[in-house]
T-cell receptor, first 115, second 111 residues
């Protein structure tokens, strides 16, 4: 079975631009979460979606937004990019949200560099 | 503020030895705990999860959970150079709470 897929793998943007990152969960998984990981730190939670509804949001500014589509794939959008947005963006999928079946499996990530 | 604390390391062990990785968490409401391995430049890969107090074994890996002490550990037996990576500990509560990660412990297994 295919794992979590993310695109693109790498991205270079300049300050002030906008970026859209994409994620497809494991087949049968209905929950998608997004995390940001800066160098030397653990992943930080950004958003969680389950059945196309936002179920949680981390401490990130409104420049960050996301959505989940009927096929459970998801997009993360970041507007007005700042240098500090440079990070590895991780998508994780799980079977269910908020239960003992919520083990999350990560995709390969999108490495974003903002110049 | 929900926090997960890990010693950043590096933790160096000789090949064949037992590596012991530790993690503490602040939120007593945390119910499930996860260990992920992350190679440099790659994404986290799930090693084990544990929900109940005590030990859980999977091959060379043993996860230990002590909810009274708010302590989670991962033991790696017969460590191999391929185990050299950063190990991330994560905790999650019930309901819709997301994973809270520690900063990770860098493990180096010396051949």
């Amino acid at each position: 079975d295919a794992g979590v897929t993310q695109s693109p793998t790498h991205l270079i943007k300049t300050r002030g631009q906008q970026v859209t990152l994409r994620c497809s969960p494991i087949s049968g998984h209905k929950s998608v979460s997004w995390y940001q990981q800066v160098l030397g730190q653990g992943p930080q939670f950004i958003f969680q979606y389950y059945e196309k509804e936002e179920r949680g949001r981390g401490n990130f500014p409104d420049r960050f937004s996301a959505r989940q589509f009927p096929n459970y794939s998801s997009e993360l959008n970041v507007n007005a990019l700042l240098l500090g947005d440079s990070a590895l963006y991780l998508c994780a999928s799980s079977l269910l949200s908020g239960s003992n079946e919520a083990t999350q499996y990560f995709g390969p990530g999108t490495r974003l560099l903002v110049l | 503020q929900k926090e997960v604390e890990q010693n950043s390391g590096p933790l160096s062990v000789p090949e064949g030895a037992i590596a012991s990785l530790n993690c503490t968490y602040s939120d007593r409401g945390s119910q499930s705990f996860f260990w992920y391995r992350q190679y440099s430049g790659k994404s986290p890969e799930l090693i084990m999860f544990i929900y109940s107090n005590g030990d859980k074994e999977d091959g060379r890996f043993t996860a230990q959970l002590n909810k009274a002490s708010q302590y989670v550990s991962l033991l790696i037996r017969d460590s191999q150079p391929s185990d050299s990576a950063t190990y991330l500990c994560a905790a999650a509560g019930g309901g819709n709470t997301p994973l809270v990660f520690g900063k990770g412990t860098r493990l180096s297994v010396i051949a």
